[in-house]
């Protein structure tokens, strides 16, 4: 059975740091990407970063680039996603899910698209107040 199981949400003050995990099982974790997604109250979901598990390659949206990072522990089949300088418009319920298909296409640009992916977690709630 895939599982996708994201934590680290929580609430924190602009300028702020949190660190989600996603925590995977149920696939061959080199074969796939991992995307991260959020999505605000009356908003459509946005693709906000996108890790390869095959070589790591990396993908940011413009609004995060600078201030999130993303990597990978393969031994753990786990994915983290560090969020430094959060801003009150960072406030989301955040996705982790895999693709096969964009690791194979690569994440730049289709791992920003929810279309290619074929599990997703459940999401965290992450909250910045100003």
């Known amino acids: 059975e895939v599982q996708l199981v994201e934590s680290g949400g929580g609430l924190v003050q602009a300028g702020g740091s949190l660190r989600l995990s996603c925590a995977t099982s149920?696939?061959?974790?080199?074969?796939?990407?991992i995307g991260w997604f959020r999505q605000a109250p009356g908003k459509e979901r946005e693709g906000v970063s996108c890790i390869s598990g095959s070589d790591g390659t990396t993908y940011f949206t413009d609004s995060v680039r600078g201030r999130f990072t993303i990597s990978s522990d393969n031994a753990k089949n786990t994915v983290y996603l560090q969020m430094n300088s959060l801003k009150p418009e960072d406030t989301a319920v955040y996705y982790c899910a895999a693709s096969q298909t964009v690791a194979m296409w690569g994440c730049n640009p289709y791992g920003s698209t929810d279309s290619p992916y074929d599990y997703w977690g459940q999401g965290t709630q992450v909250t910045v107040s100003s």
């Open positions: 149920g696939f061959r974790f080199d074969d796939y990407a």
